[in-house]
């Protein structure tokens, strides 16, 4: 009993640190992102200065006094690149000691500050007599006093220090004019305060002038260690975590996206009122990707969000379930380099604020549709794996069935959001491509996954249903194909009419060998496979009633009842269309794995096996059978695991989920790409409209290749 108590006390103890040390943990990054936002924040302000409008200001006319503060400021940029970046990847522990640091000297000017104003004001006053015999006098003491003091204890806290005395020279004028000291002298005792601060911050700074040195040799023996154990890879991911870059970048832009709506509310002041809040935003985030370092806040910003939706979404259709398995493909990665390639390609940094805004918006539309469409990959074979399942769940499949009805709608109304702004045109077309494709390849999950439910609402198996959901699988990539090749053609015409580039002719040679070549060979090997795989039910013989009798077995591959059956050349019996589900996969027996080529002689009746031997082939068989399958059918059984499927359910319409998602398994989407390649083959020539002027635009006109049509 005593141990138990012992253990119970110390489980507890544990669980206490652990969390202390996680909630330790959680507050050293926060302080990390924090306390690095700063010198992003400088590091774009050095980007968007300008030295030459800054000597403007200052009127210089002296030829030789001009060149001087030039290098000095030029001096000062270099200065403040480097450090800059010294703080950004300075180690936690010292960002904070360089924070205490800077924190410390800006309460001791404050503290000069105050020890000033309260000389000039007694000075101003010209009260020569005692310091509490006067009320206003004496409260001018006080509080000077009180803010001296104040100051003295948060230097002395922050550096650690008991000897208040240190950080207390700003302290002498108060007790020189305590002292009845003449006013002139006042101020000389001032500057006898500020002298003697300015010794203790320089003897600060000598006695730490190694600092520095140490630091950069530790950290160039850190690196050349890791480099030489595991390769600059690893060097490269380490600062990468360490840094937490992703979210370093992201509080950086909400940050400038946040000053620069709140200076752009109140200097339009009661007119932004009156203006549409998406414009608003939109023109803030345009001015807030001006420069590299807000461009890449803005692509880390929209990763977060593609992930923070695609979660939602996976929460929505499973509920904490969805955070069992995480897909890599689907954490907004592929939305963020999507922006990122597109704005760098087309040069959306040098563009003005109106005209980056309206080439933003042509770029979040895409951004949206590919997350959309990752949305739509990660739900598609969980849906399909809930219409399968005999789950009579109605919240589950009303989750299902709402959120492919948004995914639906959704890419329809930004499509009919975007023809509203531009004249529709072939380009346009190619834009708006994707989410009509999206919304396609939701309209046959739909059908598909009606089509499993009405199937496990039968009492019996619906008839060619495989056949079914493979012409409605076939229509859909039909069309796909045909999107692919107009992509590919409108980018070959371009190439050779109009300008091109290398860049533009690899992504478009990436996009013509997946999108079509690769799309076209899959889709013809898997008509192949079918034709071929009927013409071979057609030539096995059928098993007569006696075989059956005397087999007394199941199907291997659905485990129902044989009333009717094929015999392979190998001896094996299977129903027909099971077999002819197995063949359109592989072209061996699910039994032996034996080939089942034209070569082969189907052995007569006679050679057939007794019924005990065929039983056990089965049993001993279903294992290798399972796994046989493929990784198809593993995915298929994780998803159905997701949704609350029956392992053990009866019927093949699970087998079904296999053929309907084995064009998606293992293949990557690379539609995204053939944009990027219209994209990049253009440099965009922007007009500048007045906006006073109603105008319809065309995209084509708008992107350089035509005038504005009015």
């Known amino acids: 009993m005593g141990v138990s108590v012992v253990h119970s006390i110390y489980e507890s103890v544990c669980g206490a640190q652990r969390r202390r040390m996680s909630s330790r943990e959680r507050l050293q990054a926060v302080g990390n992102v924090v306390l690095r936002v700063p010198s992003i924040l400088v590091l774009e302000r050095l980007y968007r200065w300008d030295g030459k409008e800054y000597l403007d200001l200052l009127g210089l006319q002296d030829e030789q006094?001009?060149?001087?503060?030039?290098?000095?400021?030029?001096n000062l940029f270099y200065l403040g690149h480097i450090l800059s970046i010294v703080a950004l990847s300075l180690p936690l522990q010292r960002l904070v000691k360089l924070y205490v640091c800077v924190l410390t000297s800006a309460l001791l000017f404050t503290g000069h500050h105050i020890s000033r104003y309260y000389i000039e004001a007694e000075i101003e006053a010209e009260y020569g007599g005692s310091v509490f015999a006067q009320s206003e006098a004496r409260n001018r003491f006080l509080a000077s006093f009180a803010g001296q003091l104040v100051v003295c204890s948060l230097c002395s806290l922050l550096m650690r220090s008991k000897r208040l005395w240190l950080f207390s020279a700003h302290l002498l004028p108060l007790f020189a004019r305590l002292c009845a000291v003449p006013f002139d002298l006042l101020p000389l005792v001032n500057k006898f305060a500020m002298a003697f601060t300015a010794l203790e911050v320089l003897y600060y700074l000598v006695s730490n002038f190694g600092v520095p040195y140490d630091l950069a040799k530790s950290a160039y023996r850190e690196a050349v260690q890791m480099i030489q154990m595991y390769g600059w890879l690893a060097l490269g991911m380490g600062l990468w975590n360490q840094l937490l870059v992703p979210m370093l970048f992201m509080v950086f832009w909400l940050v400038l996206l946040s000053v620069h709506i709140y200076s752009y509310v109140t200097s339009r002041g009661q007119t932004v009122i009156r203006e549409r809040l998406l414009l608003v935003v939109l023109t803030s985030v345009a001015e807030c990707c001006g420069t590299p370092y807000s461009l890449l806040g803005l692509t880390f910003?929209?990763?977060?969000?593609?992930?923070?939706?695609?979660?939602?979404?996976?929460?929505?259709?499973?509920?904490?379930?969805?955070?069992?398995?995480?897909?890599?493909?689907?954490?907004?990665?592929?939305?963020?380099?999507?922006?990122?390639?597109l704005a760098v390609q087309t040069g959306l940094m040098e563009?003005?604020?109106?005209?980056?805004?309206?080439?933003?918006?042509?770029?979040?539309?895409?951004?949206?549709?590919?997350?959309?469409q990752s949305m739509l990959e990660m739900a598609d074979p969980i849906v399909l794996a809930l219409g399968a399942s005999r789950n009579r769940s109605a919240w589950k499949h009303f989750r299902a069935i709402?959120?492919?009805?948004?995914?639906?709608?959704?890419?329809?109304?930004?499509?009919?959001?975007?023809?509203?702004?531009?004249?529709?045109?072939?380009?346009?077309?190619?834009?708006?491509?994707?989410?009509?494709?999206?919304?396609?390849q939701v309209a046959c999950t739909l059908f598909n996954y009606l089509l499993f439910v009405y199937e496990e609402l039968r009492e019996q198996p619906l008839e060619n249903l495989d056949d079914i959901i493979y012409c409605i699988n076939g229509v859909c990539r039909m069309l796909e194909f045909v999107v692919a090749v107009g992509v590919v053609g409108y980018g070959t015409v371009e190439t050779v009419m109009g300008e091109w580039s290398w860049l533009g002719v690899g992504i478009l040679s990436v996009h013509a060998y997946y999108n079509v070549w690769l799309r076209a060979q899959h889709g013809w090997r898997s008509f192949l496979r079918r034709r071929e795989a009927v013409g071979k039910i057609n030539s096995l013989p059928p098993a007569t009633t006696m075989q059956l009798h005397k087999l007394q077995d199941v199907c291997s591959i659905c485990y129902q009842d044989m009333e009717g059956a094929v015999m392979t050349p190998c001896g094996?019996?299977?129903?027909?269309?099971?077999?002819?589900?197995?063949?359109y996969l592989q072209e061996t027996c699910p039994m032996c794995h034996q080939s089942l080529g034209a070569g082969l002689t189907p052995v007569r009746p006679t050679e057939t096996p007794d019924a005990h031997s065929q039983g056990e082939g089965n049993a001993g068989e279903s294992r290798r059978l399972e796994s046989a399958m493929g990784q198809g059918e593993a995915t298929l059984e994780r998803s159905t695991r997701k949704v609350g499927v029956d392992e053990q359910s009866e019927g093949c319409c699970s087998k079904m989920i296999h053929q309907v998602c084995i064009n998606r398994e293992g293949q990557t989407n690379y539609y995204f790409l053939g944009i990027f390649f219209i994209f990049f083959l253009k440099n965009f020539q922007f007009f500048a409209f007045n906006t006073s002027e109603s105008s319809s635009l065309s995209l084509s006109s708008w992107m350089g290749w035509g005038g504005v049509r009015y």
């Open 301 to 341: 910003t929209v990763s977060y969000l593609a992930l923070g939706v695609l979660t939602m979404g996976k929460f929505y259709l499973q509920g904490f379930q969805a955070f069992a398995n995480d897909n890599v493909m689907h954490r907004g990665v592929t939305e963020g380099a999507t922006l990122l390639l």
């Open 351 to 372: 563009l003005q604020v109106l005209q980056r805004a309206f080439l933003l918006t042509i770029i979040l539309f895409i951004v949206v549709a590919s997350t959309l």
């Open 572 to 583: 094996h019996f299977f129903h027909p269309k099971c077999l002819r589900k197995w063949l």
């Open 402 to 440: 709402s959120l492919c009805l948004f995914l639906f709608l959704f890419p329809l109304y930004m499509t009919y959001s975007i023809c509203r702004f531009f004249v529709l045109d072939f380009w346009l077309l190619i834009i708006i491509s994707s989410s009509v494709l999206t919304s396609l």
């Open 65 to 74: 006094l001009l060149a001087k503060y030039q290098s000095v400021v030029c």
